[in-house]
């Protein structure tokens, strides 16, 4: 699977990708609002990668690796997953979720990444609704959800303090 916007390409998550994917989980900034601990080791990394390549298998979705065209680079993840463990009452529903590399936010990168997982949930998956949930003080990540059309419905609470439950139903979305 491959999916390209205008400045970035969508694309499984490979191996290759264990460097640039430990910077984004060794990064204190990064992980600020995400409810684990930073990873000290690159094999953590390779064990989120395949973690996800798992998912890619198993549930037919996952998220991927955004590339910036101008560089090659690996800037973050963003896309679609399916809770297969209940959160805040759901399960078994897709969630958009996204985290980027300090040096890539405020360039809208968020933003057309996840036009573009909505696009492939909406669209080529058929969904009915797409979830999505941010920490209720990550300003930036409850602005794009807000900014994307996504409604607050409800809170809930996890260990490290409230998460703001969002929701997108395909009738409300506008690609």
């Not at 970035?8 to 995400?34: Q, W």
């Not at 979705?61 to 910036?68: D, N, P, S």
């Not at 690996?74 to 463990?85: C, F, R």
Request: hydrophobic share 35%.
């Amino acid at each position: 699977m491959k999916i390209e916007t205008k400045r970035l390409i969508l694309r499984k998550l490979e191996e290759t990708d264990v460097e640039r994917m430990f910077l984004l989980d060794s990064n204190p900034e990064v992980m600020k609002y995400i409810g684990v601990p930073i990873l000290t080791e690159k094999s953590q990394s390779l064990g989120v990668i395949r973690m996800i390549r798992n998912q890619y298998d198993k549930n037919g979705t996952g998220r991927l690796a955004v590339i910036e065209k101008e560089t090659g680079l690996l800037i973050g993840w963003s896309g679609l997953k399916l809770l297969t463990e209940e959160i805040n009452g759901y399960k078994n529903v897709l969630d958009l979720g996204y985290r980027y590399l300090p040096e890539s936010w405020g360039k809208g990168y968020a933003m057309e990444a996840a036009r573009a997982s909505l696009d492939l949930g909406f669209i080529d998956m058929k969904a009915d609704a797409i979830y999505a949930f941010a920490h209720s003080e990550n300003a930036g990540s409850n602005h794009i959800l807000t900014k994307l059309g996504f409604e607050k419905t409800n809170e809930f609470e996890e260990p490290d303090g409230i998460c703001n439950w969002y929701e997108l139903k395909r009738e409300k979305y506008l690609p």
